[in-house]
């Protein structure tokens, strides 16, 4: 099976959107003041934003309009487009073993980010510790941050490395990594099936206040701490470990087994082919025009396949493909 979804647009508390509507052909409905710079490809997987919650939220529908949960399950993967017009907070997000422990859930939420046309030219993100952050100075620095009648985050971000990014780059980002997207970034975002986090901020750039509950991601002040790993790299060790450039070809094989046993992710163009390593997989259309296993398709397009081993793409049309 292969069949095209809705639209499934999710708030947050950053800003963005706009190049989701300008590369989906549609703007979300509008539920309240937050922005939706978020849309949840296939999601069987609920969105958590503190003390802001609509009960559902993220999980996505077909294009008749059926929830993916309903017909084929829960998904291991949550795919999502991401379009980010100031920078994120920074954050972290728990490995497996942590999720058991501190949040009760199977899946932590290790992700990874594929960078689309429309990424800004300075766009940036931030990713990792620098050698010698210990946990007693991330938390003295969260403290003193945190405690100023103004957002102080410059000390927070000087603890990261800072890693320009473009149209075509891929990111992976381990659980328990401390990470910020920085703005003018639209990208595929791939991870486990969560929306757990903790975030070391309490105002965004742009000046809203993020609810205690989705600062501590529901585990308290003391143990969010407990969310970091904190092993601190050097730039060049950070990147040649998590960073790569795309490659073009037909088929682009992006990250799998060698980064993680979590995710595959693939870029295709028309002519080229995946065969997958699971029953279900999600796509989205980057580019062009042509046929998805008989489908015909279009740049914006979500997808879920379902049973089907292998995809084939024809035309010109070129899409990111996640299992």
Request: glycine letters at 12%.
């Amino acid at each position: 099976m292969i069949a095209k979804l809705q639209s499934n647009r999710v708030r947050r508390t950053y800003l963005g959107g706009s190049r989701i509507d300008a590369f989906t052909g549609a703007s979300p409905s509008r539920v309240d003041a937050l922005p939706q710079p978020e849309d949840w490809l296939a999601s069987t997987t609920t969105a958590f934003n503190g003390t802001l919650e609509i009960e559902g939220e993220g999980l996505g529908r077909l294009e008749d309009g059926r929830f993916v949960k309903d017909v084929v399950g829960p998904l291991p993967i949550l795919v999502k487009l991401l379009d980010s017009d100031e920078r994120l907070v920074i954050q972290a997000h728990p490995t497996v073993a942590c999720a058991k422990r501190l949040f009760g859930s199977p899946v932590g939420k290790t992700e990874c980010w594929y960078f689309l046309e429309g990424t800004a030219e300075d766009a940036c993100v931030y990713l990792g510790f620098k050698p010698g952050i210990t946990r007693k100075l991330w938390e003295d620095a969260f403290e003193q941050s945190n405690n100023q009648t103004i957002q102080q985050s410059d000390k927070l971000l000087s603890f990261l490395h800072r890693i320009p990014v473009k149209a075509g780059d891929f990111v992976f980002v381990d659980g328990g990594m401390p990470h910020a997207i920085g703005g003018g970034c639209f990208m595929v975002e791939l991870q486990e099936p969560s929306d757990l986090m903790v975030v070391a901020e309490r105002v965004t750039p742009s000046g809203r206040r993020i609810p205690d509950a989705k600062m501590h991601g529901g585990v308290g002040w003391d143990k969010m701490f407990d969310v970091y790993e904190y092993e601190g790299s050097t730039l060049e060790e950070t990147c040649a470990k998590y960073v790569r450039r795309s490659t073009g070809g037909q088929c682009d094989y992006v990250c799998g087994p060698e980064l993680t046993d979590k995710f595959t992710m693939w870029r295709v163009t028309g002519g080229g082919s995946v065969v997958l390593p699971r029953d279900r997989a999600v796509a989205v259309v980057t580019g062009g025009n042509g046929d998805v296993n008989g489908l015909s398709v279009k740049k914006g397009d979500r997808l879920l396949i379902s049973d089907d081993g292998r995809i084939d793409v024809s035309g010109d049309a070129s899409l990111i493909v996640c299992a």
